[in-house]
Nanobody, 116 residues
Framework: QVQLVESGGGLVQAGGSLRLSCAAS????????MGWYRQAPGKQRELVAR???????NYVDSVKGRFTISRNNAKNTVYLQMNSLKSEDTAVYYC??????????WGQGTQITVSS
């Protein structure tokens, strides 16, 4: 099992910045990748960014150049630095990790609200 605890959500004005953190515990040695999804009201959950054990990253097109995902392996923590936030970034953000034994785990979700 892997447990995830997220922090850093909140309310921010358009153009502002926030940083999300997600700390993993439990079977952290089995983690293959860590990432962030988001779900806006009435929309499907979508992958925002992901980082693998080798440091490779991928982003949804809508956040490229504005969001940066990073990882501190010693702390088993993944971060999402979000700059130049837009109203369309408003959503619940979920941390997600995938493991070598084929299961993925989700954080509890944190609300990001960007006011225009």
């Amino acid at each position: 099992q892997v447990q995830l605890v997220e922090s850093g959500g909140g309310l921010v004005q358009a153009g502002g910045s926030l940083r999300l953190s997600c700390a993993a515990s439990g079977r952290t040695s089995s983690i293959n990748y860590m990432g962030w999804y988001r779900q806006a009201p009435g929309k499907q959950r979508e992958l925002v960014a992901r980082i693998n054990n080798g440091g490779g990253t991928n982003y949804v097109d809508s956040v490229k150049g504005r969001f940066t995902i990073s990882r501190n392996n010693a702390k088993n923590t993944v971060y999402l630095q979000m700059n130049s936030l837009k109203s369309e970034d408003t959503a619940v953000y979920y941390c997600n990790v995938g493991t070598s034994y084929g299961r993925s785990y989700w954080g509890q979700g944190t609300q990001i609200t960007v006011s225009s």
